[in-house]
């Protein structure tokens, strides 16, 4: 009898949108506002996409993220490669929908751990100068302001609805309370607000329901979210050479080997997996490992589970640089009214909980290449 590893299957983005993967997202660029980054192999192996990394919270910049991580950088570095990675760890098995799509990353998260609103208006004002030398077509936020102020005052607002204007696509997070108000940028009108799905890491449409995320009407009179977007069970890369990386290397080596060799292994592995040291039955030991690998959502040695709206957001991020990358004349409002009109409802479930429905990548790309317009109801692509 074989048995059964403990690291558990996860479905690629593309393969649970059952995605069209010909735009690749090619030319476009795509800012993430997000806690901090690191160079990661998924986006900047075999050649680097990273355009220039912004420091927000002081004001500085430079060519590439920092190489060494800590704890500020997970974050923005499993969002950036959601939106844009190209799975250069998992041999191209947890790519993005848009793996050549180059990327602008902005650090938000002082050192205390904050990430305040005048942090994020100086992300978004950075963007505004410099977003055409970048050619940066997508913004991705998942952050939020410390206010819950849905008028088109607020300071964080007020620069979506300008970059907007300029021709960005703003994509924001809605949040990850449905107890919680929508806030900044999530309530901007012309932010495209994705909230979460949760497809139960499954094809079958009729297993999906939906993640617990922020929603409602905004002061304004406009529901958000606007669209839905998985938000759960996602594969995101672990930060190289951290404690949590070699713990899941070691593990998964250990989840490998039969039980003749596990107990010599774990020996040999114990200063990285901190399984306990008093356990000398390989059932026992076996037992041990599962747990560990399930307690920590690891996935494979360089890859665990993530979930959140966080993460639900890049992936539109990533559709909307597929879009643009097949028809660069298309403008932020075109890029929301056809993934909103393509979007399909998740049966049993309020529209105020999830707009349009569920993202339907493939329909969205194929009303682009068919160029027939844009129209309330989509046209027929399949001639």
Request: hydrophobic letters at 45%; proline letters at 7%.
């Amino acid at each position: 009898m074989v048995r059964p590893p403990a690291v558990q299957h996860v479905l690629s983005i593309p393969a649970r949108l059952d995605a069209s993967v010909t735009a690749t997202g090619a030319g476009i660029g795509i800012a993430m506002i997000d806690s901090d980054f690191i160079v990661h192999p998924d986006i900047v192996q075999p050649s680097s996409r990273i355009r220039r990394y912004v420091d927000a919270t002081t004001g500085t910049e430079s060519a590439m993220p920092p190489s060494e991580p800590s704890a500020r950088h997970w974050h923005g570095t499993m969002t950036a490669c959601t939106a844009a990675g190209n799975g250069y760890l998992s041999n191209g098995m947890y790519t993005s929908l848009a793996p050549e799509a180059h990327l602008v990353l902005i650090r938000t998260m002082h050192e205390n751990g904050r990430i305040p609103t005048e942090t994020i208006v100086r992300a978004l004002d950075w963007l505004k100068d410099h977003a055409r030398e970048y050619q940066v077509r997508v913004v991705n936020i998942s952050v939020y302001a410390d206010e819950i102020d849905q008028s088109t005052a607020h300071p964080v607002t007020q620069r979506v609805e300008q970059l907007t204007a300029m021709g960005i696509v703003v994509v924001a997070a809605a949040g990850n309370n449905s107890s919680a108000a929508i806030r900044p940028p999530a309530s901007a009108p012309s932010a495209i607000t994705v909230g979460g799905l949760d497809d139960n890491n499954s094809l079958f449409v009729d297993e999906a329901r939906l993640y617990d995320s922020t929603f409602g009407i905004t002061a304004l009179g406009i529901q958000k979210p606007d669209v839905i977007a998985p938000a759960i069970w996602l594969a995101a890369p672990l930060l190289p050479d951290t404690p949590e990386q070699r713990q899941a290397a070691a593990l998964c080596a250990l989840d490998a080997v039969d039980d003749a060799m596990l107990t010599s292994c774990a020996t040999a592995l114990a200063e990285h997996t901190s399984l306990p040291n008093d356990i000398g039955d390989a059932a026992d030991l076996r037992e041990a490992v599962t747990k560990a690998i399930r307690a920590s959502s690891i996935v494979s040695p360089h890859y665990k589970m993530v979930d959140g709206t966080s993460f639900a957001a890049p992936i539109v991020a990533s559709i909307a640089a597929q879009l643009l990358s097949i028809d660069p004349s298309l403008s932020p409002v075109d890029v929301k009214h056809i993934l909103m009109s393509t979007a399909r409802p998740l049966s049993g479930h309020a529209h105020t909980r999830q707009g349009s429905g569920v993202v339907q990548q493939t329909e969205a790309v194929d009303i682009v290449v068919a160029g027939c317009g844009l129209p309330a109801v989509p046209c027929d692509v399949a001639s």
